[in-house]
């Protein structure tokens, strides 16, 4: 396949950026969206150029760290996969492909298609834990009964991978999905109880001081979700941020 290629490049955090064009020729339908852009990088190198800098490490699915925006759609045109999983196949030959970094107050730019995503990190960090009583009267945890239903419900929200896509994809750069996600996979555990209060509070008010936006239920967070993590864990992190605020 030969394609044409919109990339946005961008030289810093402090730099304006623009689009810039390339022609990619020997594109195999096998080949993953990250493979094609190596050959693209390869080139330019070969020609003395800059390549393009974009962010990636597993290439499995896992990480989220290859996180673009893919004419207009992040991870690009398929679902239920990361943009390292997308495959050439997608496109036809002669195509155009816009390619841009997820676009977010809270995801600022650090060079070219690479994006800064610790606002993800703190928001974790103001909650994501549970307490461990290492006194000497711990309790394996195998030995705590724990529901079916709500083992898979946590299970389901533990599988979010921290890429982004549901900010990239809502009108408002929210991130109540991920936020909600990892909420959730605490909420439903008694593990978790312990700090449950605390937790939901601190991680919604550190979501609010990153810079995203409100939730208008427009559900293009799920759509866009690699993992389809479902608008469920929003409802239920309302109910827990309101139980809390009443017990405050």
């Not at 036809?92 to 990190?121: Q, W, Y």
């Not at 000497?136 to 724990?146: L, V």
Request: proline share 3%.
């Amino acid at each position: 396949m030969k394609l044409n290629l919109k990339i946005w490049r961008q030289k810093d955090a402090e730099s304006k950026g623009q689009m810039v064009d390339y022609t990619l020729k020997g594109v195999e339908g096998d080949m993953s969206f990250l493979e094609m852009l190596d050959i693209l990088n390869e080139q330019l190198i070969n020609k003395g150029d800059e390549p393009v800098v974009f962010d990636h490490d597993c290439r499995e699915g896992i990480c989220g760290s290859c996180s673009l925006m893919i004419n207009g759609e992040p991870h690009g045109p398929d679902r239920f996969v990361t943009t390292c999983q997308l495959h050439m196949r997608k496109f036809n030959d002669g195509d155009t492909i816009v390619i841009e970094p997820f676009r977010a107050k809270a995801f600022p730019v650090i060079k070219d298609l690479m994006i800064d995503r610790g606002a993800f990190d703190r928001i974790q960090q103001a909650g994501g834990y549970i307490s461990v009583n290492t006194s000497g009267n711990t309790q394996d945890a195998n030995a705590i009964p724990i529901d079916k239903h709500a083992a898979d419900e946590a299970m389901d929200a533990a599988t979010c991978i921290g890429c982004g896509a549901c900010v990239a994809a809502c009108k408002n750069a929210s991130a109540m999905l991920f936020t909600s996600a990892k909420v959730s996979q605490y909420a439903l555990l008694p593990q978790g109880q312990v700090e449950a209060t605390e937790r939901v509070q601190n991680m919604v008010r550190q979501m609010d001081l990153e810079g995203f936006g409100n939730c208008t239920n427009t559900g293009a967070c799920e759509v866009e979700c690699p993992k389809g993590i479902s608008l469920e864990n929003i409802a239920r992190m309302n109910r827990e941020y309101y139980g809390a605020s009443l017990k405050g």
